[in-house]
């Protein structure tokens, strides 16, 4: 069975960054649209980035454009977000999760920022950012 395995988190100040890494088991993580989310304290889980199975189309919730990068290496089964000019408002749980549905998406706008779309999540990693 696929896992998902988050790692990179933790406390850092406002302007900082963190670099959060998800690695899958299984063959299969290329065909996979691969997504973060977040959960702040008493809050629901929020869309944060997407990417397409090969890289080439991302998609960004509007409060992190120009802050976060998604980025994936199929060849260590791994998807990243880089997490750049932190804020407070930024602290959360982050969540990574996979489409599994091999749907080869090429544009940004079809990834998909619904939380029921996604198959399989990580057990979360914390991301706490003081001002």
């Known amino acids: 069975q696929v896992q998902l395995v988050e790692s990179g988190g933790g406390l850092v100040q406002a302007g900082g960054s963190l670099r959060l890494s998800c690695t899958a088991s299984?063959?299969?993580?290329?065909?996979?649209?691969m997504g973060w989310f977040r959960q702040a304290s008493g809050k629901e889980r929020d869309f944060v980035s997407a990417?397409?199975?090969?890289?080439?189309?991302?998609y960004y919730t509007e409060s992190v454009k120009g802050r976060f990068t998604i980025s994936r290496d199929n060849a260590k089964n791994t998807v990243y977000l880089q997490m750049n000019s932190l804020k407070p408002e930024d602290t959360a749980v982050y969540y990574c999760?996979?489409?599994?549905?091999?749907?080869?998406?090429?544009?940004?706008?079809?990834?998909?920022?619904?939380?029921?779309?996604?198959?399989?999540w990580g057990q979360g990693t914390q991301v706490t950012v003081s001002s």
């Open positions: 990417i397409s199975w090969n890289g080439g189309s991302t």
């Open positions: 999760a996979a489409d599994v549905h091999a749907r080869f998406f090429t544009s940004a706008t079809l990834l998909p920022t619904d939380k029921d779309a996604y198959d399989l």
């Open positions: 299984g063959r299969t993580f290329t065909t996979y649209t």
